[in-house]
């Protein structure tokens, strides 16, 4: 197995390091791959010290799979080169989820519609990941109709830049901003770009690809996402609504049961998700369940989960283990 990391250097890439280390993941070769301003770094994988090498480098050397996190642009100019190579891409950016032609994957849900042919595929977007696993089996169980989700995203979400703007704030120090205001000790409802409706890309994005992941255009979706200052993970409140009624002890039943979750739901002993909790970890942590009873056949829940792992890296590493697997590469 020859795995390329592009994006190695990166925050996610470092991540996605850590965790093919931890899954054991059967490596013969591995290339680490990043922009030109990049190559020739030193990083030690395993107790081995590997040199960074360029892309075109990568592309030659025809890796089984690469797994990209290395933003849009890279992705959309390079991925291509990689597949016509013969290589399974494994996307970490926005460039390709919502290309009609491309797969929206997160293994718990659909990694079974995968097949040999499919050369780019497109790991879906973090704050999307978490929810939709949460929310995958009360989907098959009751029918999602419509969902209402406000957002607490980690600055980690951003970047470097992010981390180490809320690190001056918090020492005193101007630097530079990866945000238009000050993080520590605020909250802004502002992750990404506005679009035309008004809405942030981070925030459509929870529309489009949630309906794409479960196949269902007929979802209705509205978000707000809001950066905080935190680093361990992204929080999410959830309303969900249903086309059929539900039972809550069997909600927590169908939750305590599925793949990629644990079920934090106690109030007698203030047992909940935080993101001090998922730090560090891959499951999606799911709690604060209750009835909306404002609304019938309608669910409150509050979501949490590392969006550097389950988020970004993991899921990104989980489909490349289907992929070996099943013997689709």
Known sequence: MKLAVVGATGMVGNVMLEVLKERNFPVTE????????????KI????????VVGLQNAVDQKPDIAVFSAGGDTSLEWAPKFAAAGTTVVDNSSAWRMDASKKLIVPEINAIELT???KIIANPN???????????????????????????QSITGTGVKAVQQLENEYAGIKGEMAYPYPIHRNALPHCDVFEDNGYTKEEMKLVRETQKIFNDNTIAVTATAVRIPVVGGHSESINVEFENEFD??????????????????????????????????????????RRDE????????????????????????????????????
């Open 126 to 152: 973090c704050s999307t990941i978490q929810m939709v696993v949460a929310l995958a089996p009360l989907h098959k169980r009751y029918r999602i109709k419509r969902l209402v989700i406000s957002t607490y």
């Open 248 to 289: 809550i002890s069997e909600i927590r039943k169908l939750l305590h049961e599925a793949d990629g979750v644990t079920l934090k739901d106690n109030t007698d002993t203030n047992t909940y998700p935080m993101p001090i909790y998922a730090h560090g970890h891959d499951d999606v942590f799911v709690g604060r369940i």
């Open 116 to 118: 040999k042919e499919d």
């Open 30 to 41: 591995l290339l680490l791959v990043a922009s030109e301003r990049s190559v020739g770094k």
């Open 44 to 51: 030690t994988y395993k107790e081995k010290e590997y040199t």
């Open 294 to 329: 404002s609304k019938s056949k309608t669910l409150n829940m509050w979501v949490v989960s590392d969006n550097l792992r389950k988020g970004a890296a993991t899921n990104t590493i989980q489909i490349a283990e289907y992929l070996m697997a099943n013997s689709l590469i």
